[in-house]
């Protein structure tokens, strides 16, 4: 049982801690950490953002926790060199195909919300999003026209294997969940979702008890406005999914309790809080810990089939929070490590 | 002064018929209105959803009134026979590169908005959306693999002069308001997001008078939830566009009242409503056609320089919406004609 721990920038390391703290309490038998360089941090000690020796640690691992990867003060390196292409890049060499990405309102908090309570209370939505093909990993680059015009291209595609094995892992989550699941394309405009919307009807005959819906990504995003109560699960591509699991977790209105998670074939996954880095407060002991402690559940869960210890996680950030420890973020004042402190008492 | 009248489908002729009582109430001299079928109404005359004769009038014109298209009887039909294709074929043909989408909340109308009304009463911003490239109209296809699988694909991508454009559009329209534009792209993963960035930083050297940012699309998305009063203008592409404007739209709640303008260089454009044609009500007299009789008043301005005829229309929809006079879609029970009515006798 080993975890590979790439706590990354910014907030990454404090909050990495306290999640690190509470794998520990729990005393799993061969629990193994061994941690690795990610993002800004890894350029700055080894040039780049994921190094070698980052990615053989992650391959001699079970699973990945991770922290948040970000920083604006390397803006101005070459795209390759950029801390987020640690992400895009552990994604790829991985395999982790599969982001799952839930987002529901706790129970007490929909105040946080900037949509009305009577609209976020309803919010309990797991996004799907295919997260190693799509316009992400094609052929890119910038050229110059015969006629002497500067462009950039992208070249978008998805091939039937790519959409079927993240359709099977949209509907296996509908099935544990209220069996409707909706799939998000731009059908109307394009060849690459007008394939991903005919595999994802074939997939669709092998799951006769979940019913099946198709959007348009621009209504999706109408609809995550006017009525998120009434998702279920959303299966859809890398770019869509990238755009809408972030505005379905900003609906939440409390980002720093999402967690997710990123999965390959069989039990290797990725685990990663939703917020990003937050350099205005890294260093300071403010960022709150609970999605990435939340993280450590799911990673547990996933990929070693603990549902006990997970699930016990999962009451002891609940039971903080009820008992009134929020962070700055959920308009409360705890500190990180009070936080921390907080759930490993719960505990 | 030409206008071509393009009703389509659904409650289209029934808003668009009221849009124009009120452009006749006015008097304009040398006014002349031409009809033309398009969508799935032009399918069914004609075979097809944009004909010749149509695009004929278009050209033969100096603006277009445009209702709304959509018909799902006919999604059996292979992609180039839907109706939304006569929407690309005119934006395509006739050079309707910029879309302009404002939103913003009407006076006492906040509360339709499912965002809470400290939020929602702060919407006023402009979308500019580039609308004739991107991943739209580029080559596309689907393809069978050397291995056999089956793959969809699409070309984005963007030249520097297209982009060149809209940066223009969104900088000059940002000058007329609180001059601040925000470009929304996704250059940590793609390149015509790169060189989209590269071209707006470099028109930006002749706009010194507004203030440039720039937002990746899923932050963009997420901070619409959070905080849509801090955006002013934005500038994007086609596809970021058509889901961020969507989104802003259903932010503001009254999607009934929400006009847009296509503009092709020059004085030419098409002027619609947002919504689309919605067949459920459709020839039951229920439309608000106050976003049709909106669009007629940014077509006077916008292609024909009346301003002030164009604010008398503006102000006899806000007198009639002061007044009560509400369609379903607003709260009230006032049907299309009788909308219409409203607004003529507070012309
Ligand atoms: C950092 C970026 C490349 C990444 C993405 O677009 O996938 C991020 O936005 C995410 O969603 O994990
Ligand atoms: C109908 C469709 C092709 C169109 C688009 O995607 O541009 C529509 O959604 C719009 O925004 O006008």
Redesign the interface.
Known sequence: MRIAVFAGDGIGPEVTEQALRVLEKLELPGLELVEGDVGGAAYRKHGHPLPAQTLDIARSADAILFGAVGDFTLDHLE?AL?P?QAV?GLRKELGLFANLRPAQVFAGLEDLS???PE?SGKIDLLIVRELTGD??F?E???RT?EDG?????????????EVRRIAHVGFKAAQGRSKKLCSVD?A?????????RDVVIEVSAEYPDVELSHMY???A???????PGAFDVIVTGN??G??????A???VGSIGLLASASLAEGTYGLYEPIHGSAPDIAGKGLANPMATILSAAMLLRHSFGLEEPAARIEAAVAAALAAGVKGGDLGGNAGTKEIGDAVLAHL
């Open positions: 795209r950029r987020e895009l900037t949509l009305r609209v316009v992400y094609g890119k680059g910038t026209l015009r500067r462009q950039g291209w992208d070249m978008m595609s998805y091939a039937e294997d731009k109307n405009v394009l060849e690459t979702s007008q394939l991903w990504v621009d209504n995003a109408m609809q995550l406005v006017k009525n770019l869509f990238d755009i809408l699991s972030d505005q977790s900003m609906c």
